[in-house]
C-alpha cells in the first residue's frame, strides 16, 4: 500500500484557505471552513486561523492572490505553523507553487478526507478501497513526485531506453488500480453471496451525513458496540446486526456517512460498501437538527445516494436527531429584518415543510435516548408491512401478537 502521502498521526499547527466567489457566498465560505476545520482536528490537526479571499475564480497559479499568498506567508513564518489546508482540489502546478512560497506542508479537502480514511480503515475491503482512492488521487500528480511509491517491477524487456521515472511510476499506478479493482470485485461477489444467504430477513440501512449519529442508533438499536465518536467518518466499514423488535427479526445496516464536495474517484472506491444501500428495502436517512446546514446535508446525501445507488424511489424515513442540542434564539418583536435558521425553534420546523412528511418524519436524540421506542415502533411497522408481503402465511402470527398486546 502506499505509505501515507498526506499527513501524520502527530498533531499539527495548520491554518486553513478558502474563497468566496460568485458561486459561493461568505456565509457558506465560512461554513466550509468550519467543516474543514473538524475534518483537521479527525486528522490530527489543530487549526489556528482561517483565511478567505473574495475572487471570482481560483488563480490558476497559486489558487489565491499573490497579496493574499504574502498574507498567509508572513503568518505562518510568524507563527511556526506547518501546515496549510485548502477547501478545494489543487492541481499540481498549484501545490508546488505554494509549496514553494509558504515552505509548509500543503494540503487540499480530498487528501485530508483520503488521510482520515486511511487512519479508519479496518477491514480488508475498506483498506483496499482507501488505497484505490489514494492511487487515482495521485496518478495526475505524478510529476511532482521525486520518489518511487513502489519497488520498480522487474522482468527483462520491461522499461525503453527513452522511459522517464514518471512514466515507469504511472505505469506501476495504472497496475495497482487494475490489480485493486479486481481484488474489490472478487470481494464484492463474496459480500453478494453472503447477502444471499441471509434470506429474505427485511433489510434497513441507516444513511446520512457524516457525525450525525447513525453509529449510536445502530448500538442502541441492534444493542452491539459500533465504533462511535464525535468525529467526522467514524464508521468506514459496513456493518450489519440482526435486531428483534417485538417478535419481528430484520437486518440493520450502518453505512459510510457523507459530506460535501466528496470528490466523484473517492464516491466510486467506497460503491462496494454502499451495496447494502442498494439491497435494503428501507432506508433510514439520519439527520442532525442540531447543525444550521441540515437542510443542505440531507440534499447531499440524497444526490449522492442517487448518483451512487440510484435509490431515490426506496421506501424511507427521515430520522431527526440530536434534538437535545438543538437551540435557536428568538428575534426581538420590534426586529423586522427576515427570519434566518438561527430565530426558528424546533415546533416551527416542524410546522414548515416536516409537516407534510409527518408520517415519514421522527424527531430523536439518541444519547439521550428520547422517542427511541416512537423510532422502534415506526422501524416495526415498517418492517413488518414487507415481511407480510413476502411471507403472507405469517400475517395471522402479527395479528395473534397485536391483539395479545
Same mark, same amino acid.
Given at each position: 500500500?502506499?505509505?501515507?502521502?498526506?499527513?501524520?498521526?502527530?498533531?499539527?499547527?495548520?491554518?486553513?484557505?478558502?474563497?468566496?466567489?460568485?458561486?459561493? #457566498?461568505?456565509?457558506?465560505?465560512?461554513?466550509?471552513?468550519? %467543516?474543514?476545520?473538524?475534518?483537521?482536528?479527525?486528522?490530527?490537526?489543530?487549526?489556528?486561523?482561517?483565511?478567505? *479571499?473574495?475572487?471570482?475564480?481560483? #488563480?490558476?497559479?497559486?489558487?489565491?492572490?499573490?497579496?493574499?499568498?504574502?498574507?498567509?506567508?508572513?503568518?505562518? /513564518? /510568524?507563527?511556526?505553523? =506547518?501546515?496549510?489546508?485548502?477547501?478545494?482540489?489543487? +492541481?499540481?502546478?498549484?501545490?508546488?507553487?505554494?509549496?514553494?512560497?509558504?515552505?509548509?506542508?500543503?494540503?487540499?479537502?480530498?487528501?485530508?478526507?483520503?488521510?482520515?480514511?486511511?487512519?479508519?480503515?479496518?477491514?480488508?475491503?475498506?483498506?483496499?478501497?482507501?488505497?484505490?482512492?489514494?492511487?487515482?488521487?495521485? !496518478?495526475?500528480?505524478?510529476?511532482?513526485?521525486?520518489?518511487?511509491?513502489?519497488? *520498480?517491477?522487474? =522482468?527483462?524487456?520491461?522499461?525503453?531506453?527513452?522511459?522517464?521515472?514518471?512514466?515507469?511510476?504511472?505505469?506501476?499506478?495504472?497496475?495497482?488500480?487494475?490489480?485493486?479493482?479486481?481484488? !474489490?470485485?472478487?470481494?464484492?461477489?463474496?459480500?453478494?453471496?453472503?447477502?444471499? #444467504?441471509? =434470506?429474505?430477513?427485511?433489510?434497513?440501512?441507516?444513511?446520512?451525513?457524516?457525525?450525525?449519529?447513525?453509529? +449510536?442508533?445502530?448500538? !442502541?438499536?441492534?444493542?452491539?458496540?459500533?465504533?462511535?465518536?464525535?468525529?467526522?467518518?467514524?464508521?468506514?466499514?459496513?456493518?450489519?446486526?440482526?435486531?428483534?423488535?417485538?417478535?419481528?427479526?430484520?437486518?440493520?445496516?450502518?453505512?459510510?456517512?457523507?459530506?460535501?464536495?466528496?470528490?466523484?474517484?473517492?464516491?466510486?472506491?467506497?460503491?462496494?460498501?454502499?451495496?447494502?444501500?442498494?439491497?435494503?428495502?428501507?432506508?433510514?436517512?439520519?439527520?442532525?437538527?442540531?447543525?444550521?446546514?441540515?437542510?443542505? *446535508?440531507?440534499?447531499?446525501?440524497?444526490?449522492?445516494?442517487?448518483?451512487?445507488?440510484?435509490?431515490?424511489?426506496?421506501?424511507?424515513?427521515?430520522?431527526?436527531?440530536?434534538?437535545?442540542?438543538?437551540?435557536?434564539?428568538?428575534?426581538?418583536?420590534?426586529?423586522?429584518?427576515?427570519?434566518?435558521?438561527?430565530?426558528?425553534?424546533?415546533?416551527?420546523?416542524?410546522?414548515?415543510?416536516?409537516?407534510?412528511?409527518?408520517?415519514?418524519?421522527?424527531?430523536?436524540?439518541?444519547?439521550?435516548?428520547?422517542?427511541?421506542? %416512537?423510532?422502534?415502533?415506526?422501524?416495526?411497522?415498517?418492517?413488518?408491512?414487507?415481511?407480510?408481503?413476502?411471507?403472507?402465511?405469517?400475517?395471522?402470527?402479527?395479528?395473534?401478537?397485536?391483539?395479545? /398486546?
Amino acid at each position: 500500500m502506499i505509505d501515507h502521502i498526506l499527513t501524520e498521526q502527530t498533531t499539527e499547527k495548520a491554518v486553513l484557505v478558502g474563497l468566496i466567489t460568485p458561486q459561493q #457566498n461568505e456565509a457558506k465560505s465560512n461554513e466550509y471552513l468550519d %467543516e474543514l476545520a473538524f475534518l483537521a482536528d479527525t486528522a490530527g490537526a489543530v487549526t489556528v486561523k482561517k483565511f478567505l *479571499q473574495r475572487c471570482d475564480n481560483p #488563480n490558476p497559479r497559486t489558487f489565491v492572490g499573490k497579496g493574499k499568498l504574502e498574507e498567509i506567508k508572513q503568518y505562518v /513564518e /510568524e507563527n511556526e505553523i =506547518g501546515l496549510a489546508i485548502f477547501d478545494d482540489d489543487l +492541481t499540481t502546478k498549484q501545490i508546488s507553487n505554494v509549496e514553494n512560497e509558504l515552505k509548509v506542508k500543503i494540503l487540499d479537502r480530498t487528501s485530508l478526507i483520503l488521510d482520515i480514511f486511511a487512519k479508519r480503515a479496518q477491514t480488508a475491503n475498506a483498506k483496499m478501497q482507501v488505497e484505490l482512492a489514494q492511487y487515482q488521487y495521485l !496518478l495526475p500528480r505524478l510529476t511532482r513526485m521525486w520518489t518511487h511509491l513502489e519497488r *520498480q517491477r522487474g =522482468g527483462i524487456g520491461m522499461r525503453g531506453p527513452g522511459e522517464t521515472q514518471i512514466e515507469t511510476d504511472r505505469r506501476i499506478i495504472l497496475d495497482k488500480i487494475a490489480l485493486l479493482k479486481e481484488r !474489490l470485485k472478487d470481494l464484492d461477489k463474496q459480500k453478494t453471496i453472503q447477502r444471499k #444467504n441471509r =434470506g429474505k430477513l427485511t433489510r434497513i440501512a441507516l444513511v446520512g451525513y457524516t457525525n450525525v449519529g447513525k453509529s +449510536t442508533i445502530m448500538n !442502541l438499536l441492534s444493542k452491539s458496540e459500533v465504533f462511535a465518536e464525535n468525529k467526522l467518518f467514524a464508521t468506514l466499514d459496513t456493518t450489519v446486526r440482526k435486531v428483534i423488535i417485538d417478535n419481528l427479526p430484520f437486518l440493520l445496516t450502518d453505512t459510510v456517512g457523507f459530506i460535501r464536495k466528496l470528490p466523484t474517484h473517492l464516491v466510486d472506491s467506497f460503491k462496494s460498501t454502499l451495496d447494502e444501500v442498494r439491497d435494503a428495502d428501507i432506508l433510514v436517512h439520519v439527520v442532525d437538527i442540531s447543525h444550521p446546514q441540515f437542510e443542505e *446535508q440531507i440534499e447531499v446525501v440524497n444526490k449522492t445516494l442517487q448518483e451512487v445507488c440510484g435509490s431515490g424511489d426506496k421506501d424511507s424515513i427521515l430520522v431527526f436527531n440530536k434534538i437535545d442540542a438543538f437551540s435557536y434564539t428568538p428575534k426581538d418583536d420590534d426586529d423586522l429584518t427576515p427570519k434566518t435558521r438561527e430565530n426558528v425553534s424546533l415546533d416551527e420546523l416542524k410546522a414548515s415543510w416536516m409537516a407534510k412528511a409527518n408520517n415519514s418524519c421522527i424527531f430523536i436524540s439518541a444519547k439521550n435516548k428520547i422517542n427511541i421506542e %416512537e423510532l422502534k415502533e415506526r422501524l416495526y411497522q415498517k418492517a413488518k408491512e414487507i415481511h407480510t408481503a413476502r411471507f403472507p402465511y405469517n400475517d395471522f402470527l402479527f395479528q395473534k401478537y397485536d391483539e395479545e /398486546e
